[in-house]
């Protein structure tokens, strides 16, 4: 569209006057033509999808892994300040002087669990012990991989704040507990991972 300066029969500028510079009907067209956008907010799938995608070309290879990844939604972790940053490869403060860590660190960390580069699915990890919650986005993705999940924090807010995260996936594999993880958590020995 254009905008030129008009001016009144007295002599006065006036508001300007806008000129289409395409019919009406060609702009229906082309937005007949456009597809609706999908997969652009932070809930995507497609979000996930793309950082599982970089992932899986930085040398992630377990399936399971990179499923967990694909199915927990990260920036729900993060203060929502820092939000549009979730999917980015770079760790974040979660408060109290703690981060959430680089998706691809964590991702390598899952995979050493199963054992060094191996791809194949030969099951679970089993009953796995985190030693540190932080915000509870490991603890969340841990989950998905273990039969049970035992994730101690000593921190109480972050505790508190993994625990209210966590609240709404009501997932019965993960249990929180507000301990010193340096002496592990005994009532739920034997473990057959452990991460920290």
Known sequence: VTAAKMTSARGV??????????HVA????????RAPAAGL??????????????LRAEGVIHPLVLAAFAAVPRHLFVDP?????????????IGHGQTISKPSVVARMLELLFGAERAEVAGDLGAVLEIGTGCGYQAALLSHLG???????????????????LAPM????????????MRGHPPGAPYDSIIA
């Not at 500028?13 to 395409?22: D, F, K, N, T, V």
């Not at 907010?41 to 970089?54: I, K």
């Not at 039969?147 to 995260?165: F, G, I, N, Y």
């Not at 009501?170 to 993880?181: E, H, K, M, P, W």
């Open 147 to 165: 039969k049970r999940v035992v994730s101690v924090e000593r921190l109480k807010p972050l505790h508190d704040k993994a625990r209210e995260l």
């Open 41 to 54: 907010g932070l809930d995507s799938a497609d979000v996930r999808a793309r950082m599982v995608a970089r």
């Open 26 to 33: 060609a702009a229906h067209a082309d937005a007949g033509r």
């Open 170 to 181: 009501r997932n019965s594999r993960l249990r929180l507990v507000f301990d010193d993880g």
């Open 13 to 22: 500028a006036g508001p300007a006057l806008i000129r289409p510079q395409r």
């Open 81 to 93: 300040g820092l939000a549009t940053q979730a999917y980015e490869d770079t760790s974040l403060p």
